[in-house]
């Protein structure tokens, strides 16, 4: 995917440029977003960054600053859709274990809770006389 992403920014986008006019290139970008999925263009938002990212890439391309606010369609749940229907599947891959945030601080403060919830345990492991304690080494042979 990532040398057909490339190959699109390095080429597919200077020929559409040099032959197509803006608003020929707004009328089809104007179609993709109304027909776009409502996920794909929540990860298009994502992606952006922050609220200020995605403020600025809306004044830009002369988007009200409204539109960020509509519910349903606008930036801020399109943001909200994807990150609670596939960025929660790509947190917990990397967390080990079932996450379920729509803000990055949600995240950051559940990684935090999982971390100490581990330090916990290794602590309390640590207490156990030696022959109680659960021997990694021995586990995974």
């Not at 020929?15 to 009328?27: C, N, W």
Request: proline share 6%; net charge positive.
């Amino acid at each position: 995917m990532l040398p057909h992403l490339f190959e699109e920014e390095q080429i597919g986008l200077p020929l559409a440029r040099a032959y197509f006019t803006p608003a020929e290139i707004e009328k089809v970008t104007s179609q993709f977003i109304k027909k776009g999925d409502p996920v794909a263009l929540g990860s298009f938002v994502h992606v952006m960054g922050h609220k200020a990212d995605a403020q600025r890439f809306m004044s830009e391309n002369g988007i009200p600053s409204f539109v960020w606010h509509l519910p349903g369609k606008g930036f801020k749940s399109l943001r909200t859709l994807y990150r609670t229907k596939m960025q929660v599947h790509i947190d917990s891959l990397l967390a080990g274990e079932p996450v379920s945030a729509r803000t990055k601080r949600q995240l950051k403060e559940n990684a935090a809770k999982a971390a100490k919830a581990h330090d916990e345990t290794v602590a309390a492991q640590c207490v156990l006389s030696p022959s109680k304690r659960v021997n990694v080494l021995s586990a995974t042979r």
